[in-house]
């Protein structure tokens, strides 16, 4: 036999899909884990398509995830979160995959994993690659997660279950802190370009900030418009790698990795199109923000990415905070991306320094497809 099955169910949560796995189901040797997940994937794929598997050829559809036992006491269960590349043969298990997030809760009630009664359910999530607790609240009815319902979402047709996330203590997830710099505003000198003025920040997941008039842009371009400029995904790179030296996630640029940090570029509310055409106007958002995933732009924003610029739109002095207009409420932040709105709570204090004490945000989820996925039978045995 040339192939074996593991089984699997593959879910959309968000604006993103991935393959969840139980972590009984899996080899524990981690190579071999990467390879099993480039091979369900369909990655490398030179064309960029995935074809050979059930990625879709974007970082936002090439994830996969493993779900066990928790290791923590305050937890339910373990979730563990692999980035796949789709053009090289790539595991990024640096970051955490906010829209998946919602995912698991779900998962884990419908496997079993979890008993809770019919009603609102919380499910407590140990992140693992973040050391983080996500509680999820979700519907529950005859013993499974609800998915039929109102909440809709920018990039996502139709609507479904509301899946409340809220991210606890989020700051400093794979850095030294919410300000792994110490700096609400760091400038950063550039070799050939000079010095730009970026706010590093990590909650959730690391992402740095940068004006979008200070790179050449308007913050309101489409990703097709951002990556039909290759000086521009250059200098976005350029200054990614800059930052994660900053943020102390390498010691040099050239070892920074592709998952984190995220690179964005904010402009204050102003009106755009998304990508289905339609309006968004100014008094619709409190700040407009293009993201780089993977080296490629984002068709939204990552959720860890608009969960961290809305905390960094509460720390004082900060470049989304200096261009962020006053919120419609106060218990939310509107940010403003490709596909639409998405609205983030985050609850940030300053006692000596600045404290993120939570990260809320919104979600919906479905369960696709559950069954086996195919990978070459010398893998397992291998592992064997």
């Known amino acids: 036999m040339t192939q074996s099955y593991i089984p699997a169910v593959f879910y959309r949560g968000g604006s993103s899909k991935g393959v969840f796995f139980h972590a009984r189901d899996l080899p524990a040797d981690k190579e071999t884990r990467d390879r099993i997940f480039l091979s369900v994937l369909g990655s490398p794929d030179p064309y960029g ?36 590349a789709v053009d090289r043969p790539l595991v990024d298990w640096g970051a955490n ?17 979890v008993s809770v009664p019919d009603g609102e359910a919380l ?11 996500i509680h999820a609240r979700f519907a529950v009815a005859d013993r499974k997660a609800e998915t039929e319902g109102d909440l809709a979402l920018p990039g996502v047709a139709g609507t479904g279950a509301r899946i409340r996330l809220d991210f606890l203590e989020p700051g400093g997830t794979v850095t030294p802190g919410l300000l792994p710099t110490g700096n609400v505003v760091d400038r950063v000198p550039i070799p050939g370009l000079g010095t730009i003025e970026m706010s590093l920040v990590d909650a959730s997941n ?47 640029p050239e070892s920074i990795g592709l998952a984190n940090p995220k690179i964005a570029f904010v402009c204050p509310p102003a009106p755009f199109r998304t990508l289905d055409k339609a309006q968004v106007e100014s008094a619709a958002h409190e700040i407009g923000v293009r993201i780089i995933s993977m080296e490629r732009a984002h068709r939204a924003v990552t959720l860890t990415g ?64 559950q069954g086996a ?8 045995r291998q592992a064997a």
């Not at 097709?224 to 400029?229: F, L, V, Y």
């Not at 905070?321 to 300053?350: K, T, W």
């Not at 996925?373 to 397992?380: K, Q």
Request: net charge positive.
């Open 97 to 113: 995959c906010g829209n998946l997030s919602s995912v698991v809760g779900p998962f884990a009630v419908d496997e079993g994993l």
């Open 373 to 380: 996925v195919a990978v070459p039978a010398a893998l397992l």
């Open 306 to 369: 608009a969960m961290c610029l809305g905390v960094a739109c509460r720390i004082e002095g900060s470049i989304p905070h200096q261009l962020a207009g006053r919120p419609a409420r106060a218990d939310e932040i509107r940010v403003g991306n490709p596909s639409g709105v998405v609205a983030v709570g985050a609850e940030v204090r300053f006692d000596g320094g600045w404290i993120a004490d939570s990260a809320v945000v919104y979600r919906t989820a479905r369960r696709l497809m």
């Open 49 to 84: 398509r995935q074809l050979d598997g059930l990625g879709g050829g974007v970082s936002s559809l090439s994830k996969a995830v493993i779900i066990g036992a928790p290791t923590r006491a305050d937890a339910d269960v373990d979730y563990t979160f692999a980035q796949v």
């Open 123 to 133: 499910v407590r999530i140990h992140q693992t690659n973040t050391k983080k607790i």
């Open 206 to 252: 690391p992402a740095a900030f940068v004006r979008a008039a200070d790179i050449g842009a308007s913050g309101r371009e489409s990703p097709d418009e951002i990556e039909a400029r290759p000086d521009l995904m250059r200098l976005l790179d350029t200054l990614r790698r800059h930052a994660g030296v900053r943020m102390g996630l390498g010691a040099t």
